[in-house]
């Protein structure tokens, strides 16, 4: 049985926000992120209906949580919520079930 845990961030931005402003934050949580004890992998994405995903892969539930009070005190924090919706947020820690990868490897 896996520890993986993974943390699903939903949101908006703010009507008036340019979407280059928000891949400013990119570089900036990224880095944050990379910094984490136990953080595995990252990736954010934009549906139909201009709900932004941010999914962030952790080794356990520990590391997943400890990391988002810190991100809650950084630089790289305050300005996505200067960006955000703040009533389009949802956060959501879920424990792995089951788990797949395929690595990328040449033939020797």
């Known amino acids: 049985m896996t520890t993986t845990v993974i943390e699903i961030v939903t949101y908006r931005l703010k009507n008036n926000i340019n979407k280059s402003l928000l891949n400013n934050s990119h570089e900036q949580i990224n880095t944050f992120v990379k910094q984490q004890p136990g953080f595995l992998y990252r990736s954010i994405s934009e549906d139909a209906a201009g709900v932004l995903h941010d999914i962030v892969y952790w080794q ?49």
């Open 60 to 108: 356990d539930m520990a590391s997943a949580t400890q990391a988002s009070s810190a991100f809650e005190q950084s630089d790289a924090c305050k300005y996505l919520i200067s960006l955000t919706d703040a009533d389009s947020v949802t956060i959501k820690h879920m424990p792995v079930l089951s788990e797949a990868m395929m690595c990328e490897s040449s033939p020797a």
